[in-house]
């Protein structure tokens, strides 16, 4: 999580943020984390002294601990990692009818996120990692836990980067981004949200149905574009042009 990102309620949606759909789960779970962070400021600190332990348990494992020395680490590492699991399926839980809600407004769809713990679903955390013990000591590394997290994301009931357009994953990551928008609003005052060339890989209809429901949100909104044939500027906002570090007033 980036300083920045740590005290400002600053929210981004770019030509990159398909990478929340079809990235890898760092993506996904660096959302999430940085989304619970703004409704629940304890969690940072769950979430560095799982990360912490996690480490030592590692170098344990590396080191070729066994018995009592990496059952104490074990016992570390589900105590914070229950904490941080909780933080994460109570943010999920706020967030999933939020997605529900602007997928159907974007995409005439269904959309729906389902949150994968990093260990079977189905179990505890302890039953699995006390499962996983043989695996970690063969491979030396913690095989299961909160640090293998992830979002399953769904259209429709499948599952979305197996057979979406790109246009249909910016528009599912834009009701994700929104959706934390809205879902952290109450504790962030007045966020902030920098929209990055909305128009690209969207249709009119589409680009039509994200700007409107941009114009609802409780947030400041900074849009930027190549030029305005690919944004045409709203009446009554202030419009600004940027070239070569000089910007004015149009």
């Known amino acids: 999580m980036a300083?920045?990102?740590?005290?400002?309620?600053?929210?981004?949606?770019?030509?990159?943020?398909?990478?929340l759909v079809e990235g890898a789960p760092t993506e996904r779970r660096r959302f999430l984390d940085w989304g619970v962070?703004?409704?629940?400021?304890?969690y940072l600190d769950s979430w560095k002294r799982y990360r912490r332990i996690l480490s030592q348990r590692n170098a344990a494992l590396k080191a070729g601990a066994t018995g009592a020395a990496l059952r104490s680490w074990t016992t570390a590492l589900l105590e914070s990692g229950g904490a941080v699991d909780a933080s994460r399926r109570s943010y999920v839980g706020r967030l999933s009818p939020l997605i529900s809600e602007f997928g159907q407004r974007l995409l005439d769809q269904p959309l729906s996120i389902e949150y994968r713990a990093g260990w079977a679903k189905g179990q505890s955390f302890e039953t699995a990692l006390a499962a996983?013990?043989?695996?970690?000591?063969?491979?030396?590394?913690?095989?299961v836990g909160p640090h293998r997290a992830d979002l399953e994301i769904h259209l429709a009931g499948r599952r979305l980067q197996d057979e979406a357009s790109r246009g249909q994953q910016k528009l599912a990551a834009a009701s994700m981004v929104l959706a934390q928008l809205v879902a952290g609003?109450?504790?962030?005052?007045?966020?902030?949200?920098?929209?990055?060339?909305?128009?690209?890989?969207?249709?009119?209809?589409?680009?039509?149905?994200?700007?409107?429901?941009?114009?609802?949100?409780?947030?400041?909104?900074?849009?930027t574009?190549?030029?305005?044939?690919?944004?045409?500027?709203?009446?009554?906002?202030?419009?600004?042009?940027?070239?070569r570090g000089t910007v004015r007033e149009v």
């Open 37 to 42: 962070f703004h409704v629940e400021h304890t």
């Open 185 to 223: 609003a109450a504790e962030a005052g007045s966020p902030i949200l920098l929209v990055d060339d909305p128009a690209a890989e969207l249709d009119a209809r589409s680009l039509g149905r994200l700007l409107e429901l941009l114009e609802r949100l409780p947030a400041q909104i900074v849009l």
């Open 3 to 19: 300083a920045l990102a740590e005290i400002l309620p600053i929210h981004s949606l770019d030509p990159s943020s398909h990478q």
């Open 225 to 243: 574009a190549l030029s305005a044939e690919h944004l045409v500027p709203a009446p009554g906002y202030p419009v600004f042009h940027v070239e």
């Open 132 to 143: 996983s013990e043989r695996r970690d000591l063969v491979s030396r590394t913690t095989e």
